[in-house]
């Protein structure tokens, strides 16, 4: 499998939000080998990730892929 592009995005979120997913992160990094930092914005893309995923919303992703290259 190729590793695909990452592109920048942004998105607002509650103030509460961003402190949850901060405290995840924390959380995050004491987990890994080395107390290797986790970044928020790591953190998003994996939950937005497996969101996709389980949603079956990938399938889209390369149906759209294809269409823009063409």
Not at 20 to 43: F, H, Y
């Amino acid at each position: 499998m190729l590793k695909e592009k990452i592109i920048p995005t942004m998105i607002g979120l509650p103030k509460s939000y961003r402190n949850i997913l901060r405290k995840m992160a924390l959380e995050e990094s004491l987990k890994t080998p080395k107390g290797q930092n986790v970044s928020v914005s790591w953190l998003v893309r994996k939950i937005i990730g497996n969101y996709l995923k389980n949603n079956k919303l990938e399938e889209r992703v390369e149906e759209e892929d294809y269409v823009e290259d063409l």
